[in-house]
């Protein structure tokens, strides 16, 4: 399983920092996808690691960043520049065999695992 946390109110230009903790992988080359929802509209992905690769959705290029403390199974995702837009519920997921986040990171179908999501608003 994996749990997130680290949401809270930030204002606009403002950084967080989320984690997700993963528990029961037997192995380390797993892959950690973060996929956000906003009131009304379809889940997004965020962003994912795995071993050997990372990758963003353009909205969040250059302002977050994914990193993965092995020693810990725990994945961050630090968030920078924040914008009212980056309001959302940031779930962390992590499907049970892959080890790339290529090809389909980016299909919530590939994941087999949920955290219960963390809250993530921007408002000054």
């Known amino acids: 399983r994996v749990v997130d946390s680290g949401g809270n109110l930030v204002p606009p230009g403002g950084s967080l920092r989320l984690s997700c903790r993963a528990y029961?992988?037997?192995?380390?080359?797993?892959?950690i996808g973060w996929f956000r929802q906003a009131p009304g509209k379809e889940r997004e992905a965020v962003s994912c690691?795995?071993?050997?690769?990372?990758f963003y959705t353009d909205s969040v290029k250059d302002r977050f960043t994914i990193v993965r403390d092995i020693a810990k199974n725990t994945v961050y995702l630090e968030m920078n520049s924040l914008k009212p837009e980056d309001t959302s519920l940031y779930s962390c997921?992590?499907?049970?065999?892959?080890?790339?986040?290529?090809?389909?990171?980016?299909?919530?179908?590939?994941?087999?695992?949920w955290g219960q999501g963390t809250q993530v608003t921007v408002s000054s």
């Open positions: 997921a992590a499907p049970r065999f892959l080890s790339q986040c290529v090809p389909r990171w980016h299909l919530d179908t590939i994941y087999d695992f």
């Open positions: 029961g992988f037997t192995r380390d080359n797993y892959v």
């Open positions: 690691i795995s071993v050997s690769d990372t």
